[in-house]
């Protein structure tokens, strides 16, 4: 075993999409900055989420919207190609293997340290590489742990038994399974059902709750759940698994309320976790297995010196990419700021606070029918005590909508702060929504007052025609 030490400005423990965002904005900031990454570089997003899930979802999106205009619902009326669907994701998840991302990493002058990173005290990571020798890192200024998230796996008896997939699994899998159970009711469930049932499985998704996408608006999760249940899934709410076991090649699960279930793969998509078990935090007083709480510059709060980040969903704030991605590049810069003894901008909305991760989160679920949302639910608006007005519209109404074909179905609600003025909240759900969030999260982020929003008018006939029949309905 040997030992080396290495001193950089940054060094970021671990390389997902905000890993790499971090490292890449403190090197523009003028910063020496590693990576520490113990897998590929690129993270969860690029070979087990984001990319994968959304290459087998596309064509199954693609062909729902397809199959409802007339004139070319015939041509696409047989089933999927499904190796050709799974030879596109596997092109999307770059075959598993991150050469293109190390030759970006090297385009911005970014250093990586292969191996599993720890922290063992102020400034201090150890890595442990795969051949065993342990570097030893030294920061000048700040470590960023960027560590990501995992599946969290609930207590059921017999888990261990069955090779469970979770989100890995579901997002990388080569065959088709004949019957696949889906635990869980959320994002990730919602999206996989969508995407496994057009594949050729037969899908039943087991939810403990009453409604799917419970986060989100209720219309949302109804709407999903009739754009599933038409397309074959079998949905069981208020469902509780209580065991599993496999058994002659089967998994057998049973049920709250007595009642049994065969499948060939279960999909336990029951959550997240941060991965902060086994990153040294006890070093610094921190619980390992803990989300690491920050401020809204992304410092870790109770660690003295100020000197440790925590960036993406490590912290818990918003598990997605492209809201990590934002943090990162606030994190860096304000990592370059402090370095540098520059002014720290942060106050609201200022250069180096993360407000947006508060108010303006967009999200979009890639199912048929798509949901897109960012800010507030009506439920959290309530919560909040703020002064709400909910303005409904039927999206089927939209010109737009039209040309998606006669039996288009979809709703829209926009929040409004009726003391401010400004928009606070917007849920669509319908085909074709998600190329709308970005309007809504303009809105959002801009707190662009509702009289200026007037003036925002949308082109005919798009969907976004519902901005201007939201503004109507709002106006009486
Ligand atoms: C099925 C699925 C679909 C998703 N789809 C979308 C989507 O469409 N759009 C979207 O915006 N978000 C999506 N997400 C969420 C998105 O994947 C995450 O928000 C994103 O990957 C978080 O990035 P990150 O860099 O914080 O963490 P990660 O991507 O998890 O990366 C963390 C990295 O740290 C490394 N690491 C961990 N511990 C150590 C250690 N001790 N030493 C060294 N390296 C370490 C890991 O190997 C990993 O490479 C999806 C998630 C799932 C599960």
Redesign the pocket.
């Given at each position: 075993m040997t030992e080396t030490t290495r001193t950089y400005d940054v060094i970021v423990?671990?390389?997902?999409?905000?890993?790499e965002n971090v490292a890449e904005r403190a090197r523009s900031a003028g910063l020496s900055a590693v990576i520490?990454?113990?897998?590929?570089l690129g993270?969860?997003?690029s070979f087990w989420?984001?990319d994968p899930?959304?290459a087998l979802l596309r064509p199954v999106v693609a062909r729902a919207d397809a199959s409802r205009i007339p004139g070319l619902d015939p041509a696409v009326a047989g089933p999927l190609d499904v190796e050709a669907v799974l030879a596109h994701r596997d092109r999307m998840s770059s075959y598993w293997k991150d050469e293109d991302q190390v030759d970006w990493l090297n385009s911005v002058s970014v250093d990586l340290v292969r191996g599993?990173?720890?922290l063992t005290g102020p400034k201090q990571v150890v890595v442990q590489t795969p051949e065993g020798d342990d570097i030893a890192l030294t920061a000048r200024h700040a470590v960023a742990v960027?560590?990501?998230?995992r599946a969290a796996l609930p207590p059921i008896p017999g888990l261990d038994t069955v090779r469970p997939w979770t989100?890995r699994e579901a997002?990388s899998a080569d065959k088709v399974p004949g019957r696949l159970a889906v635990v869980g009711g959320g994002v990730?469930a919602v999206e996989m059902a969508t995407a496994w049932q057009a594949l050729g499985s037969q899908v039943t998704m087991l939810v403990r709750e009453h409604g799917l996408l419970e986060r989100m608006e209720p219309f949302a999760g109804a709407l999903v759940t009739d754009g599933l249940r038409e397309a074959g899934v079998d949905i069981r709410f208020d469902t509780t698994v209580t065991a599993l076991a496999r058994e002659d090649g089967e998994v057998r699960i049973t049920l709250a309320d007595g009642g049994r279930l065969a499948a060939d793969e279960v999909l336990l998509a029951t959550g997240r976790a941060p991965?902060t078990r086994?990153?040294g935090l006890e070093t610094l007083g921190l619980t390992p297995g803990d989300w690491l709480t920050v401020d809204d510059t992304f410092r870790v709060t109770g660690v003295d010196g100020g000197w440790l980040y925590a960036v993406?969903?490590?912290n818990g704030r918003a598990?997605?990419?492209?809201q990590?991605k934002y943090q990162a590049r606030i994190a860096g810069a304000v990592i370059g700021a402090r370095a540098k003894g520059e002014p720290v901008d942060d106050a609201p909305w200022g250069t180096h606070a993360a407000t947006a991760d508060h108010a303006a989160v967009p999200q979009v679920v890639f199912t048929t029918p798509e949901v897109a949302s960012v800010g507030l639910t009506s439920r959290e608006a309530e919560r909040s005590g703020r002064r709400i007005e909910v303005v409904d519209y039927d999206l089927a109404q939209v010109a737009g909508a039209h040309q998606y074909g006669a039996d288009y179905r979809g709703r829209a609600r926009m929040l409004v702060d009726t003391e401010r003025n400004i928009v606070v909240g917007v849920t669509f759900a319908g085909p074709g929504v998600g190329e709308l969030v970005h309007s809504a999260t303009i809105a959002v982020a801009g707190e662009v007052p509702l009289d200026r929003l007037w003036h925002a008018v949308p082109a005919f006939p798009t969907l976004g025609e519902v901005w201007l029949r939201l503004l109507e309905t709002h106006r009486g």
């Open positions: 423990i671990g390389g997902g999409p905000v890993g520490v990454e113990r897998e590929l993270g969860e997003c989420a984001c899930s959304k599993h990173g720890r960027s560590t990501g998230s989100s997002t990730v991965q086994d990153v993406g969903d490590v598990l997605m990419t492209h990590g």
